[in-house]
Nanobody
């Protein structure tokens, strides 16, 4: 099983980034996919989640209206479009796959996002 994140980097406040997570080794279309983040000195928090069909999403309040999660079940990939980035969005962002009935609980290695002027 692999979840490989990419797309992180450094950006100025107000900028945009798109994170990608490529999955392999499990039935991607059977998994709920999420993005988590862990900022400096903070606990890991759930940022966004998308259901298996890709037609239902949820976001933490702090990113609503700025971030968009999406998935492509053909490409076994999940994305996080991040707009209007703020310094408080600085964190390591992790991709996560879950499916309780299939005992899926998989994490990627994380990608760093730094928002600074």
């Amino acid at each position: 099983v692999q979840l490989v994140e990419s797309g992180g980097g450094s950006v100025q406040p107000g900028g945009s980034l798109t994170l990608s997570c490529a999955a392999s080794g499990f039935i991607f279309s059977a998994a709920y996919m999420s993005w988590y983040r862990q900022g400096p000195g903070k606990e890991r928090e759930l940022v966004a989640m998308i259901n298996r069909a890709g037609d239902n999403t949820n976001y933490v309040d702090s990113v609503k209206g700025r971030f968009t999660i999406s998935r492509d079940n053909i490409k076994s990939s999940v994305y996080l479009q991040m707009n209007s980035l703020k310094p408080e969005d600085t964190a390591v962002y992790y991709c996560h796959a879950s499916a309780s009935g299939l005992h899926y609980n998989y994490w990627g290695q994380g990608t760093q996002v730094t928002v600074s002027s």
